[in-house]
């Protein structure tokens, strides 16, 4: 692959990126910007019955109302793997990782900005939830939450199809044995003839006795 078409690949997996992070947080963002104006904190709306409800809280935790109280650790990890993952997007070359880490952005983007620009104050505000499937899970969370487990889900998958950033599938070890252990076997095949050839053919005895 030239330069040129490497630096053509890598710009479109950049663009794929920023498309799935920007499409990402803006979703996020404003569905938080209707429950907050349409809703009362603590309301609770089934949309599907019990399979989908809107329950609106603020979480002052993690993803899903986990580790409430650490909200300013939760910003400052947010702001490194955000920083992260713009440093790494040069590497990219896969549209599917480009999709993993453009959800993870705009997943970790969405509830940074609560945590940034939302009450109680900068860096501690509290994160807008309000998808409640209770016989799933029992805890509440949003569409950034739901766009980091998606990214999770298909960055396992690729790395157990050892898909790299690049693109490219590893060559597993086995096959990687087999190609050697052949070619040994290929090699001593041929050592192993020609001097049987030469030893056992009559005619070159003759020749010497001669």
């Excluded at 330069?3 to 799935?20: E, G, K, N, P």
């Excluded at 499409?23 to 609770?44: C, H, N, T, Y």
């Excluded at 157990?160 to 052949?182: F, K, P, Q, S, Y």
């Amino acid at each position: 692959m030239t330069t040129r078409s490497t630096d053509t690949a890598t710009a479109r997996t950049i663009l794929v990126l920023i498309a799935v992070a920007v499409s990402a947080l803006a979703l996020d963002q404003l569905a938080k910007f209707l429950i907050v104006s349409s809703m009362v904190e603590g309301e609770r709306v089934p949309v599907l019955g019990e399979f989908l409800v809107f329950y609106f809280v603020r979480n002052p935790g993690a993803a899903f109302s986990f580790a409430e109280g650490a909200t300013w650790i939760f910003s400052i990890l947010a702001a490194a793997v955000s920083i992260t993952i713009i440093v790494l997007a040069r590497k990219i070359r896969s549209r599917l990782w480009a999709l993993v880490f453009g959800l993870l952005l705009g997943g970790v983007l969405g509830n940074l900005a609560d945590r940034l620009f939302r009450e109680p104050s900068f860096g501690l505000g509290h994160v807008v939830d309000f998808i409640s499937t209770p016989w799933m899970l029992p805890a509440v969370y949003n569409i950034a939450d739901i766009c980091i487990v998606v990214s999770m889900g298909i960055f396992i998958l690729l790395t157990i199809l050892g898909v790299g950033i690049d693109g490219t599938r590893a060559r597993t070890r086995d096959d990687t044995g087999e190609e050697e252990t052949g070619g040994g076997d290929s090699v001593a095949s041929e050592a192993t003839t020609e001097p049987g050839t030469a030893d056992g053919d009559p005619r070159t005895e003759r020749n010497v006795a001669d």
